[in-house]
């Protein structure tokens, strides 16, 4: 399939590229979609959370009262999670959240994000560009040329580069991102996928 390519005058070069069906034309698989965002946010969390449980609470080891006699329970410490003050029963501990995928379901998940969004026409193709400095204004005004100054757009690059990075930082609504760190989780979470000419041969060499 072939897209129109842009400049970021949002005007037509009256250029052409070809999308590969096999990354783009595929029949989404939902479930494949699931299981990579899900492992996305899975590995999002900390699992730093922890509770003092009664080996970790200050206090003594000498038993508050004797055992029988007192017309109440028996008890031993103060550390007790009965008294309060004591320690936490069953607390949460560090733990690692991650989940492991398949690479090659991790592969079709992405192929069948881009096809979803190749689909709903969210995907245009624009000619390679930097600026001479990075500035937030800049980017915005591209964003404006291209009708995506409301919008989430996410603008894919061959290779990393510092100014884009820096001018698209401060605003809200604006990624830039390596083609082959584009995530499942990144094409879905946004409205646009603007796809510079050079980042097509990464996301092939990426994803195919």
Do not use: C
């Not at 899900?38 to 922890?50: D, P, S, V």
């Not at 995530?183 to 879905?188: G, N």
């Amino acid at each position: 399939m072939k897209l129109e390519v842009y400049n970021i005058d949002g005007q037509t070069t009256g250029k052409q590229v070809e999308l590969p069906d096999d990354i783009f034309g595929i029949e989404p698989n939902e479930h494949a979609i699931y299981l990579a965002v899900k492992q996305y946010n899975a590995n999002q969390r900390q699992g730093t959370h922890a509770a003092k449980e009664r080996n970790a609470v200050a206090g003594s080891t000498r038993k508050i009262k004797r055992q029988k006699g007192t017309g109440t329970a028996r008890a031993g410490d103060i550390k007790s999670p009965l008294f309060r003050g004591g320690g936490r029963i069953f607390g949460p501990r560090p733990r690692n959240y991650g989940i492991k995928l398949n690479k090659k379901v991790k592969r079709l998940a992405r192929k069948s994000a881009l096809s979803a969004k190749m689909k709903a026409g969210e995907i245009i193709v624009v000619e390679d560009f930097t600026f001479p400095a990075a500035k937030t204004k800049d980017f915005k005004v591209v964003l404006d040329k291209l009708q995506l100054a409301d919008k989430k757009a996410t603008l894919v690059t061959g290779d990393y580069d510092k100014v884009l990075h820096l001018s698209s930082r401060n605003l809200q609504k604006a990624t830039v991102t390596r083609a082959q760190d584009l995530s499942t989780y990144a094409v879905l979470n946004t409205n646009t996928l603007v796809l510079s000419e050079g980042s097509i041969d990464k996301i092939k060499e990426t994803f195919a």
